[in-house]
């Protein structure tokens, strides 16, 4: 009698087998029979694996970048920003602003082993984990900064900056992008959000720290419906964290609401009455 454990067997190259593994030692088994540990997909355009925020503090890029990747057009403007060049580097543009940025493969390596030797959370892990794609933007928008080549006035530095600017960085297209951090601005923007949510990218503020949520952090938008809000935290992307829309209401004025529709982003005026 044989038991289905629900591994998915296209991960791995062989069968497992157990009884060469007896007689034969883990140590002289093919590699590749371990697939679910080598699924590290490197750089291939897409926010597509786990994502933990380093030490930057820089959960506004972090949140304001796994927003896009929750949409179809978003997911292209990440596509489009990255490239791999022949000698193993990599380009990041920053279509909006006219800006390309080269990683090395060694400054990429070397991000990533700070990180894993100091591990997820420690003081010396200063970029993000999990994701080659989050960490390149992550270093392209580091060099953006630091060499005062910064041409959104509120993006201030690589520890502080606003998710809703961050957008225009990839795409030529007028953004247009609303904030909102009174109870009315945050109500209209939330249900904008719930009636456009397969094509809108956003973001949630947090001033001062309500159910569950951290003080001064910013989390990312999975989608909203009439009985709560579903975030996803930089700090540990796969955890999806539920906010009941009677917390919200309850809440206004400790967090604020950030929305651009990416399907519109060649028109300036589909939040016009908002503007009004």
Do not use: R
């Amino acid at each position: 009698m044989s038991a289905n454990f629900g591994i998915n067997n296209e991960y791995f190259s062989q069968k497992p087998d157990l009884k060469g593994y007896q007689t034969k030692g883990a140590a002289s088994l093919n590699e590749a029979a371990y697939g679910l540990f080598n699924e590290d997909k490197g750089v291939n355009g897409k926010i597509d694996e786990a994502v933990f925020q380093g030490n930057s503090g820089d959960c506004w890029l972090i949140s304001g970048i796994l927003s896009l990747s929750y949409t179809p057009e978003g997911e292209k403007l990440i596509q489009d920003a990255i490239s791999i060049n022949p000698d193993g580097s990599y380009n990041v543009t920053f279509n909006g602003v006219d800006k390309t940025y080269n990683i090395t493969k060694e400054e990429l390596e070397a991000a990533n082993k700070n990180s894993f030797l100091n591990g997820i959370g420690m003081a010396n892990s200063e970029y993000s984990t999990g994701d080659d794609d989050m960490l390149l933007i992550e270093l392209a928008m580091e060099k953006l900064v630091y060499e005062n080549d910064i041409p959104i006035e509120t993006i201030e530095g690589i520890t502080g900056g606003s998710a809703y600017y961050l957008y225009q960085l990839f795409t030529k297209n007028d953004v247009e992008y609303a904030l909102g951090d009174n109870e009315n601005e945050v109500k209209y923007l939330i249900d904008y959000y719930y009636q456009n949510q397969d094509t809108s990218a956003a973001t949630l503020g947090v001033g001062d720290g309500f159910a569950g949520l951290e003080d001064d952090h910013a989390y990312a938008v999975k989608s909203v419906n009439p009985n709560y809000i579903e975030l996803a935290n930089p700090w540990d992307a796969t955890e999806n964290i539920k906010v009941s829309i009677k917390d919200l209401a309850k809440n206004f004025g400790k967090y604020d609401f950030s929305v651009v529709d990416t399907s519109l982003l060649e028109q300036t005026d589909y939040l016009e009455d908002y503007y009004a």
